[in-house]
């Protein structure tokens, strides 16, 4: 059974909420509340906020160490969707697993299944933790919206703002299409949040963008696994509607995706 999607917080341009399918108890989205919104500095920082928070939250209440993000640019799974989460609109929309030691289910189990066939988990399993996860995203969104280094009044130049990203293939390739987009993080934050930037997301998004516009790609499914104190590593597979083989079929089965990945 489907449930509807529940708000958990709303900042200035994105949200925090459950999916209407939620594959494990840490299962959550980012989600833009307006398609309309460009990304630029403003919303980069935004998004960053909404992410930090919702990691905390998950270490709070879920005990989470690490998170994996999965998107998907310009795509939309079809069919049995294996290797990615069902769309639930085309509204720019990240999913956020977050991972911890003894989890009952992992979101690559899941994901390994045809949409029709993955567990959803129960509503009242939800219930239990969501309260503690608003409250927990309220309180950690304030601590950050206080914090002095995100108050951009006036955007930064576009060329300060966005570090270089190195694009490369895989040691171990998924499908014909399999980047792997890197770049050197700043420490992590006392609370091991990543280094990340609204400048990170720029590159990143400027990047996504020139990998569409390969022969053979109309679209992006993306895998961010966990980066620790090591590099950002999005892992981009391209898609077409005519595709022989499912990429994320392919990725999901490499032996060098690890569960502490997916």
């Known amino acids: ?12 341009f994105w949200e925090v909420a459950r ?4 594959l494990n108890a840490g ?16 919303s980069a920082a935004d998004w960053l906020l909404c992410h930090n928070a919702a990691r905390q939250a998950l270490t709070d209440v879920l005990g989470a160490k690490r998170c994996t993000v999965v998107f998907a640019h ?38 390994r299944l045809p ?43 576009v060329g300060d703002a966005v570090p270089e990203l190195v694009a490369a293939p895989p040691r171990f390739k998924a499908g014909a299409h399999h980047t792997v987009l890197s770049a050197a993080l700043p420490l992590p934050s006392a609370s091991g ?32 696994p966990e980066p620790g104190s090591g590099p950002l590593e999005v892992h981009a597979m391209g898609r ?7 990429p994320m079929q392919e990725f999901l089965d490499l032996p060098e995706v690890s569960q502490a990945l997916l």
């Open 27 to 42: 299962h959550l989205l980012i989600r833009l509340t307006n398609p309309a919104i460009a990304f630029d500095l403003r």
């Open 115 to 157: 949409a029709q066939r993955r567990m959803p988990v129960p509503e009242d399993q939800l219930l239990e933790y969501d309260g503690g996860l608003r409250a927990a995203l309220r309180r950690s969104a304030l601590e950050r919206q206080t914090d002095a280094s995100w108050q951009l009044a006036e955007p930064a130049p």
């Open 193 to 224: 949040e990543p280094g990340l930037t609204p400048g990170h997301l720029l590159a990143l998004a400027a990047s996504l963008q020139g990998l569409t516009e390969r022969r053979g790609v109309t679209g992006l499914s993306c895998v961010v």
């Open 74 to 111: 310009q795509w939309h799974p079809i069919g049995a969707a294996i290797g990615e989460p069902e769309v639930e609109s085309s509204t720019p929309t990240f999913h956020v697993f977050g991972r911890w030691d003894g989890e009952p289910v992992t979101p690559g189990e899941q994901l």
């Open 19 to 22: 999916p209407r399918t939620a």
């Open 1 to 12: 059974m489907k449930l509807s999607r529940r708000l958990l917080f709303a900042s200035a």
């Open 240 to 246: 077409s509607a005519g595709e022989a083989v499912n």
